[in-house]
């Protein structure tokens, strides 16, 4: 039987709307979730991805893809590539898995919302592919490392991850809700796939997939890639969404664009910063994280906003500042406070590795390297008490992220210190004047209480380092710890005694 | 498993009046370092031995020791070190810096 052309239906497939009679328009797509704001309903009519797919088409290509990332699986699960690869890269692989799989569920809700909310039926269209994306995403990154749990728990942290009060899930979370499940779809879709997906994931995915290739990790590259390319599709929800919006309201499009942007920034520096700089081998290491956020953040963000009439944010100098230094402190931290994560970082610090990082940040020794030094020498000298914590770190209110990790020692224009902010008789603390204005600006959003707050409400029982590390869900086997044992102290240790 | 040292932090809301001081709760950067902590100080401490626990948690760990006394600033101010937590006005999740005494 011959079949219609896909060009004689798909326009009326994708794009069907009507007149509802039966029920008031309002009650259907209430403001709050819809976000219609200040963007009349007609203009909505023009919404318009560029990438157009049918659900035959989807279906076979998605099914391809399942096929080719599934099957290199099997092989390499019966080979010795695991075994051999290097425990920092691993630890590359578990930070992505426990930060990332739960989140692409959570990235369902997201299209599921817009799907029912978005006010535009073309765009409803193009979130159901969306929803059934990001499913994919998140099956993917449980069943891959659901098959190494037996080599290793910390892989069981994929799954349990979310699950917990560890510090960093708390940050993410409370970053990837404000992102996906607290605003109206308007601003959700300027959220994620037009700011988070288009620009970050591409750092994530892509910089990582390479890194992963040379790492060996076959099986990582794949997977990532392989999700990387459906990101490419539903993420062109964000464009036509942001054109409408610039055209009726720009001050809110540029606010949600820079909020976003921003927390994203944080976010990764935590999440990527430390992989590409630290944990990838050092021989294996294709660009740093700052030379990667240039190209593929940094030049092609501004272009990209510059095109619908937008401007640069206002912290765009502090946040370019930042790539010299907010990634190296959240990897000190992280490494310093090694049991409260479910990885094993791997310190980077050898000297061949402290060369390529003067090298790649020229200010490096000054504010970082004393620090290390150090750490160094207690490890030399076997004081091992001494290169763990006793306490926590003041987290910021915004981020969750440290108070200090978004600047550097040494630095005079933005020194470590907390900016504080005294609101109804509480003090809040920030790690940045970006992230205290935002928090300003969303005060009446709900906002997570950080650790330190839940801490000192009394929560944690007991307010002891144990506690804490039963609180946040760490179980001895899991508690991370250096992925090289401390090997790479010892060129640093003094000759001995003649 | 890793070894950590037990803090024995007190909740701050164990307010039995034991004649030993209320906890004051501060975020605290010391000299050089990387971050700014939580450092449970009592409200009658010193502010020289408030000085003390924010250097514990830092000296000889992050920052070299140095053959130096300590000095504090707080609300944009220098204080004296032989006033007490209280008496210098340092309350709950106030700012601190402690540095070395030049």
Known sequence: MARMAREKWYDIARDLDWELSYVDYDAVFPEWMSGQGKIPREAWASWDEPYKVTYPEYVRTQREKETGAYSVKAVLQKSKVFDQLDEGWKSVAKQHFGAVALIEDLAVYAELRMARFGLSPAWRNMAIFGTLDETRHTQISLYFPHELVGKDPQYDWAQKAYHTNEWGIIAARATFDGMMMNPNVVDVAIQLPFTFETGFTNVQFVALSADALESGDINFANMISSIQTDEARHSQQGGPTLEILVEHDPRRAQWIIDKTFWVSARLFSILTGPGMDYYTPLEMRKQSYKEFMHEWIADQFIDQISDYGLKKPWYWDEFMAGLDTWHHSLHLGVWYWRPTVWWKPQAGVSPEERDWLHEKYPEWEKQFGRIWDVIIDNVNHDRMELTLPETLPWLCNLCHLPIGTAASPSNDKYPVRSYPLKHNGYTYHFCSRPCRQIWWEDRDTLHDPTVIERLLGGDIQPPTVEGILGWMGLTPEVMGDDAYGYRWAKPYAPPPAA | ?102
Do not use: C, S
């Open chain 2, 1 to 102: 498993m890793n070894e950590m040292q037990e803090t024995g932090m007190a909740a701050p809301e164990v307010a039995e009046p034991r004649g030993e001081g209320q906890p004051v709760p501060i975020n605290a950067m010391f000299e050089g370092d990387f971050v700014t902590q939580l450092v449970l100080v009592l409200d009658t401490d010193t502010v020289d031995a408030a000085a003390q626990k924010v250097a514990a948690q830092v000296v000889g760990r992050r920052v070299a020791p140095r053959d130096a006394g300590l000095a504090v600033r707080h609300a944009g101010r220098a204080v004296p070190g032989d006033l007490t937590v209280a008496e210098a006005g340092i309350g709950p999740l106030d700012v601190v810096f402690v540095g070395w005494a030049e």
